[in-house]
């Protein structure tokens, strides 16, 4: 790999331009070479936001220039993911595909294999490990600060009553849309980087919106094999929010409401670069203790750039990607069981 990896990013919509751009401009050793998008407003974004980019119609353009460029980015819609990603394994370069991997866990185990095949770099935009909240909570569980868990907390919950146009609103299982697919991705990765692999699934997918079709309104309970219960919520239809996180132990429990700060910013068009990145302001931190007897935790900062840090890393052969594909695989097998059982 060169001192400075060139990146060529599939898709320009919300994920390319408002997540994967930045923080690829923000990372040290990675160059933003080219942005592919045929949508001629994108195509206009695009080179308004990084004139120092190539603009390219087709991903065909990518990978018959492979020797070009050194990473691949896949941050088009869910249907897409398994081919985009399939095609540039086979042209030699390493991929990052934002989540959920795979439409389903055949198509992800498959496309895992085919990268081991290649023994090319392959990983998964789990940006949300790198949360403030969830790195807050990491930390309270390895000083186990709450005891012994039986019980995880997790919401993403929101108030979009009006269905909004896009994919992701599309019905079918190939185009994974639908709130189980997309925050659920997140959530269940959350849940079983703490506690370990799942061994049942409940779930509740509902259809909450006038003119809705893919799933809105969503609840799964997973049972570790650790032991711990996980109860995850996410939700378009929430007019009043719970807690983002209420975690349960035997001595102490942790409460923490609000989201992240990083999508915000990115939406609000912030460089992960800006001094205070991730941090979020004292009157958001969670509490910890039982009632009559609570603290305050500060959040620790969030860094989604971390994440374009550790596959620099693992470009230069000296550590391994930062999120295994593998794990992306399992996230896939209990979302299809939830769907399966609901």
Do not use: C
Request: net charge negative.
């Amino acid at each position: 790999m060169p001192s400075v990896a060139r990146v060529a990013l599939l898709g320009y919509g919300l994920a390319g331009s408002a997540f994967h751009a930045p923080l690829i401009a923000a990372a040290s050793g990675l160059r933003l070479a080219a942005i592919v998008t045929r949508n001629e407003e994108r195509r206009a974004r695009a080179l308004r936001d990084h004139p120092e980019a190539s603009v390219l119609e087709t991903v065909e353009e990518v990978w018959s220039k492979a020797d070009e460029f050194d990473l691949v980015v896949v941050a088009a819609p869910n249907r897409a993911h398994v081919p985009l990603a399939g095609g540039s394994v086979e042209a030699g370069l390493p991929v990052i595909v934002d989540k959920p991997l795979a439409p389903s866990a055949a198509e992800g185990r498959a496309l895992v294999e085919q990268a081991r095949r290649r023994e090319i770099m392959l990983t998964v935009f789990q940006n949300r490990r790198w949360d403030g909240d969830y790195l807050t909570l990491r930390s309270l569980l390895e000083r186990e600060a709450l005891g012994k868990v039986f019980r995880f907390e997790s919401r993403f919950e929101r108030w979009r009553p009006e269905p909004a146009a896009g994919w992701r609103e599309r019905p079918g299982a190939e185009e994974a849309g639908g709130l189980l697919f997309d925050l659920g991705s997140h959530l269940v990765d959350q849940a079983i980087q703490l506690f370990g692999s799942v061994e049942r699934v409940h779930a509740e997918l509902d259809i909450r919106r006038p003119g809705a079709e893919v799933d809105d309104d969503v609840f799964l309970a997973l049972e570790h094999a650790s032991g711990v219960r996980s109860h995850l919520w996410m939700s378009a239809v929430t007019a009043q929010k719970g807690p983002r996180l209420r975690v349960l132990g035997e001595r102490a429990a942790y409460v923490k409401h609000g989201l992240d700060v990083q999508e915000e910013a990115l939406r609000a068009g912030r460089s992960p670069a800006e001094p205070g990145w991730g941090e979020e302001p004292p009157e958001h931190w969670g509490r910890i203790g039982v009632d009559g007897d609570l603290r305050e935790v500060p959040t620790k900062p969030g860094s989604y750039a971390a994440f374009y840090d550790a596959v620099v890393e693992s470009l230069r052969g000296d550590a391994p990607p930062p999120v295994d594909p593998s794990d992306a695989v399992e996230v896939l097998e209990v979302l299809e069981a939830a769907r399966d059982t609901a």
